[in-house]
């Protein structure tokens, strides 16, 4: 099997097996299946594809780039012993053997043989021998419409993920091929009580004139307590002091568990109140019931399991609007993470603000304002969460961001750094843009800081806003309004935690409004290497 021979930043060797159709590769699990300690890589950095030709990697617009024998990649076929490097990772490439070559070829079925063709719902009993007992034939008879009943009974259910649907489907069969009067299913919940959730009458008119359900719970117990099937065929005499049997006058009942992975999940239960003696529940009974809790217990897991992952896809679907992959991913898996309060942590704090917009405000019609906000506002926004930064909030025609939060990194202030100087250079995309809306071209200014602040889910019990607060965020606020249009001014903290990748201009000390001493400043002019000529100047 094809794999990666991985070294870290930290000299560890490991291996990986390409053994999936697509392998992801980044910081935060489980976004990804290839987890990198790396700082330098993106939360999700890179993919590999395994196609016929063979496999090849492909760059997600990762921020610090993926490099394939030290050239930088946006796609790559790889060959044996390619080293590719991610951040500060390396991972060699090594191929499996090939697999074996089949051939294929066309011919007719050779004779002598016996073919037959079945149908794949189809469902068939074999032969009788000639000297079976007419009792023998009734039997088997008997078993196979029970055996074709189960056979369509576990299509509908491997189909079916409403729990009322579920339990309707089992009680018209129990109806069937019992002598139930009454069905009940009961599911266990987290502190081990056992609830009825479904009370099916054969009698319909019954179920008014009882006015209620009354169980067994000495039956119920000991089939969930001791995980057996209980069969009774003689209630009355079996349970003489237990008031629910005597009181519906219930002659033979069967409790069935329903067993899953997680253990139990709860129980099937079924009783008769005829006198008829053929309306006795038996042996044969009883193994159908095994059966039909089998069968039941793993609908209901697939049940559950279906309603996680519809609740988390549509937690997803809502997180995702206002933060980054790696949040969500921590809000689906532990919502309990998500109550009031925060933690005192290192974070980039970014405000970026329209310049002029009041102006433009005036002269424009409030739709179109909004559609000029909202398309500026989405292209910031995927710059942010590309740097893995945290949306906090749009303030009228300015936004938040935090980077370091909710998880501190090494390049949290340059993965900031990078996001304004993004958001500079897409102002002539945006432009473009929005003077179809006839709006006159925008500008942004900007303000980062970096230091401590206080950072967590502040609100009430009812609505909560992920976010930071302290002064490091008053002082970012304070470098953005101090700055000019199309100007990225930092605190002197940014400038120490960038260090020297960035090119940047001493703009003095300012006098900021709510701060007794000056603040001094710096501009961010570009990357080192690379020139900026979009707004500065």
């Known amino acids: ?66 490099f394939v024998n030290e050239k930088r990649i946006k796609e790559h076929l790889l060959r044996e012993g390619d080293v590719l490097r991610i951040g500060e990772t390396t991972m060699r490439f090594e191929a499996s053997r090939s697999a074996p070559q089949v051939e294929q070829v066309d011919g007719p079925i050779p004779k002598g043989g016996t073919v037959m063709l079945v149908q794949s719902d189809s469902f068939k009993v074999g032969r009788l021998e000639k000297n079976a007992t007419q009792e023998e034939v009734a039997k088997l008879r008997s078993k196979a419409e029970i055996l074709s009943y189960m056979f369509e009974l576990s299509k509908t259910l491997s189909s079916v993920f ?135 217990s793993v609908a209901v897991e697939s049940a559950i399991t279906h309603k996680q992952l519809s609740r988390a896809a549509l937690a997803r679907a809502a997180y995702q609007r206002f933060l980054p992959a790696h949040v969500v991913e921590q809000i689906v898996e532990s919502p309990d993470s998500l109550k009031l309060g925060g933690v005192t942590q290192q974070v980039t704090v970014l405000f970026a603000d329209v310049c002029g917009f009041t102006t433009m405000s005036a002269k424009s019609h409030p739709e ?51 996001a304004a100087i993004e958001m500079r250079e897409a102002l002539a995309r945006i432009n473009e843009e929005i003077s179809e809306l006839g709006f006159p071209p925008v500008n942004l200014s900007i303000g980062l800081n970096t230091g401590r602040a206080t950072v967590g889910y502040i609100g009430s019990e009812r609505r909560t806003d992920y976010t930071a ?18 100007h990225i001014l930092i605190s002197e903290e940014t400038m120490k935690a960038i260090g020297p990748r960035f090119i940047t201009a001493e703009m003095g000390a300012l006098e900021l409004k709510g701060y007794d001493s000056e603040i001094l400043a710096f501009d961010i002019l570009s990357v080192s290497g690379e020139t900026d000529e979009t707004s500065i100047g």
């Open 368 to 418: 179109q304002i909004v559609e000029m906000l909202n398309r500026l506002f989405s292209v910031l926004t995927e710059i942010i969460f590309k740097n893995d930064g945290t949306l906090d909030k749009y303030i009228g025609d300015a936004v938040m961001a935090l980077f370091g939060a909710p998880y501190v990194g090494d390049h949290d202030a340059e993965n900031a750094a990078i």
């Open 162 to 296: 409403n729990m009322d649907e579920i339990f309707k489907k089992v009680s018209d069969l129990l109806f069937e091929l019992t002598p139930a009067h009454r069905v009940v299913v009961f599911e266990r919940h987290g502190g081990g009580d056992l609830v009825a959730t479904i009370a099916n009458f054969k009698d319909k008119s019954s179920a008014v004139e009882t006015g209620g359900v009354t169980v067994s719970r000495t039956i119920l117990r000991q089939a969930v307590d001791d995980r057996v099937s209980v069969l009774v065929t003689d209630a009355l005499n079996e349970f003489k002091g237990a008031k629910s049997v005597l009181f519906q006058n219930i002659t033979s009942a069967i409790c069935a568990p329903m067993i899953g992975q997680s253990g139990v999940l709860g129980a099937i239960y079924v009783d008769s109140s005829s006198a008829n003696p053929l309306d006795i529940f038996t042996e044969d009974h009883l193994e159908l019931m095994n059966a039909v809790a089998a069968q039941v």
């Open 1 to 66: 099997m094809a794999k990666f021979v991985i070294h870290g930043p930290d000299g560890k060797e490991s291996v990986h097996e390409l053994a999936s159709k697509e392998t992801r590769i980044g910081r935060v699990a489980p976004m990804v299946d290839l987890v990198l300690r790396d700082g330098r890589a993106s939360r999700l950095h890179a993919v590999v594809r395994k196609l016929q030709s063979g496999f090849t990697v492909v760059d997600l617009n990762s921020a610090n780039g993926t």
């Open 469 to 486: 607060i302290g002064d490091t965020v008053n002082l970012a606020a304070r470098l953005q309004s101090a700055a000019k249009p199309g």
